[in-house]
């Protein structure tokens, strides 16, 4: 199989308006469940293509289908899937948003697609910073056996990571977070796929922010004050370099962060 070989990925249509939206969700979600807020605020204003992301929603059967045994998905697969997308469709220019996991898509779009893109929205986003225990489960091939071992035998894990929990080193959101993401054995595979298959998609943020600049992208990066899943120290190294008034801090935790910025942006919309 060929690296840029394009993949089938599954979307929802939402929303009626003029401008167009390619929004990617969170671990364990499909694209509907994470994006109807944004359809809900913003209806008038975009069409929404909320991708179902590779081993999640309806795009868990094409993903059995088209991937190999082991496949990643790299930069040149991503953008070639993207690109198909774009032409079926007739769609010329966009904006994109990206929640959690779905950021490391957003900014994959963003890096190949930059010259076609108005606005960003990441919302608590993954590829900004890698967190340590993502490394050490994805990256080496003894450590990813260990985490496949782990998924295979969710008894052995929820207790290590109740001890864990007990003992301070994992708040108690996490604990749960756990909890909710991992408690069937279809989500375990889905979530041990979707770590070791994204792996690739690693990010020179500053060198990004450089590109995006000179083609006139639009960014807003949102994260949530409560949030323990991804915090503000996460995503430093981009709100270091954004103008002020694209960094937003709202009040809210990791779930409810995609509702409030749909809120916010109708908002803002509704104001300019």
């Known amino acids: 199989m060929s690296d840029s070989n394009p993949k089938i990925l599954h979307f929802h249509k939402l929303g009626h308006g003029p401008n167009i939206l390619l929004a990617f969700h969170g671990i364990g979600q499909d694209g509907i469940s994470c994006f109807q807020p944004f359809a809900n605020q913003l209806q008038s204003h975009y069409t929404i293509y909320a991708f179902d992301l590779f081993f999640h929603g309806k795009s868990i059967e094409a993903s059995t289908i088209n991937f190999s045994k082991n496949e990643i998905i790299t930069k040149e697969i991503w953008t070639q899937t993207i690109q198909e997308f774009l032409i079926k469709e007739n769609i010329s220019r966009f904006d994109v948003a990206g929640f959690s996991m779905g950021g490391r898509f957003a900014l994959a779009t963003l890096e190949a697609f930059s010259t076609q893109i108005n606005k960003v929205f990441l919302i608590a986003p993954d590829g900004i910073s890698e967190h340590p225990l993502y490394t ?8 990813r056996n260990l985490f496949r071992w782990f998924m295979q ?15 301070g080193l994992v708040h108690s959101s996490l604990y749960r977070f756990a909890q909710n993401v991992l408690n069937t054995p279809e989500k375990r595979q889905s979530i041990y796929n ?18 995006i600049q000179a083609d006139q992208v639009d960014l807003y990066l949102f994260v949530g004050k409560y949030d323990k899943l991804l915090k503000v120290s996460a995503v430093k190294q981009l709100a270091d370099i954004l103008p002020p008034d694209r960094f937003i801090i709202l009040q809210s935790g990791h779930s409810q962060l995609v509702e409030k910025v749909a809120v916010y942006l109708n908002q803002a919309t509704n104001n300019g």
Do not use: G, M
């Open 153 to 167: 035998n969710p008894k052995t894990f929820f207790k290590a990571v109740n001890i864990f929990q007990k003992a």
């Open 136 to 143: 050490l489960a994805s990256r080496f091939k003894p450590t």
């Open 194 to 211: 979707s770590w070791v298959a994204f792996r690739k998609l690693n990010f020179d943020i500053p060198e990004l922010y450089k590109k």
